[in-house]
């Protein structure tokens, strides 16, 4: 009898336990989708204009409510990150032109990371503009995936980690945060107002997206390792003013209203911490809990 209840007992236990885990993974799986919600926003969203704006000196905003592409504006013509979604690119267009600036002087177009809400218009763009495309050399094959109606990706200079693209006297350095995609890129540029100079740093992603696989991922063995160099990378930045590939991670709408105020609401080190600490946490979060998956099947 006294057995009995032992066993009971102990049954009770581990069920609680058990659980207890169910629970745990529940919640880091919320937690990934909530984070990559806030980031991609709706369909809608991802192709509705937001107000073009500049953000400091020559550097713009023209992207949409949640895929954000940026403009360099120079004497010798314009650098364009992200050019979003094909069927967005009339948004990008419209905005481009409502700041005063000539879509056709685009130049040299650049991207956050090889998925298509970021890099799928790079051949329109290009068709319309004569630019350049450049990318990481480890975005290439994930690039040359993306052909919208069959276009091929276009390609014009492949880049390395540190490599700079220069254009009418601003210049920008290509920082390699591989993991979110492998030759996911971090742009960095010092921008001048005034007497002043702020460093730039434009987030490619150290996103976990729900589906994605750390443990035994044998298309991508050294993932793990990658957003482990990404996040080594961007703690090492000095950045005074962040921005990234989705608005809301520089918590863009906030800072937008109160745009004129002085200081620059853009700057905001602070928040550039804050929101690294956060996704590098979701990751080693996500990045255990699967370690866990993977002991515990293989018992
Ligand atoms: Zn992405």
Known sequence: MRLKKIALFCFGCSLVTFLQEVDAQTSILERQREMFSRNVGSAEQQRA?????????????????SLASFLIATPEGHILINTNWEDSVEILRASVEDLGFNFEDIEIILGSHAHGDHMQGDALV???????????????????????????HPVDRVLEDGDEVMLGGSTLVARLTPGH?????????????GDEAYNVVIVGSMGSNPGFQFVNNTSNPTIVDQY????????????????ASHPAMYNMADKYERLGQSPNPYIDPEGYRAEIE??????????????RDAAAESQ
Request: proline residues 8%.
């Open 126 to 152: 290009k068709e319309l503009t004569g630019a350049s495309v450049m990318a990481m050399a480890d975005d290439i094959p994930g690039l040359l995936r993306i052909q919208p109606g069959g276009k091929p």
């Open 228 to 243: 482990k160099k990404g996040f080594s990378v961007l703690s090492s930045l000095s950045v005074d003013i962040p921005l």
């Open 181 to 193: 995609t492998p030759g996911c890129t971090t742009w960095t540029m010092a921008v001048e107002e």
């Open 49 to 65: 204009q937001f107000p073009p704006h500049r953000i400091v000196g020559n550097l713009y905003y023209v992207g949409s409510e």
């Open 278 to 291: 956060a996704v590098e946490t979701l990751f080693l979060d996500v990045l255990a809990s699967q370690e």
